[in-house]
């Protein structure tokens, strides 16, 4: 398991952030995810031989938000 911090774009409230926190822990492979309003991003746990970032972007994008791997 390997941490990273993402940034995500469109998250405004706690029910923003409920949602990128379900649209990622929904994916097979992550462990956890805590989404931070005020810093506007979240931290992931995730198996990355068993998701890639871009699995976790289109999980969020159709949420609603954007995340941002850099």
């Not at 810093?39 to 159709?62: G, I, L, R, W, Y």
């Amino acid at each position: 398991m390997i941490k990273k911090v993402f940034f995500v774009n469109g998250m405004k409230c706690g029910m923003c952030k409920a949602k990128v926190e379900k649209a990622l822990t929904g994916i097979d492979g992550v462990e956890s995810a805590v989404a931070n309003l005020d810093a506007a991003n979240v931290e992931v746990s995730f198996d990355e031989t068993k998701v890639a970032p871009e699995a976790m972007a289109d999980a969020v994008d159709d949420a609603g938000f954007e995340l941002v791997n850099e």
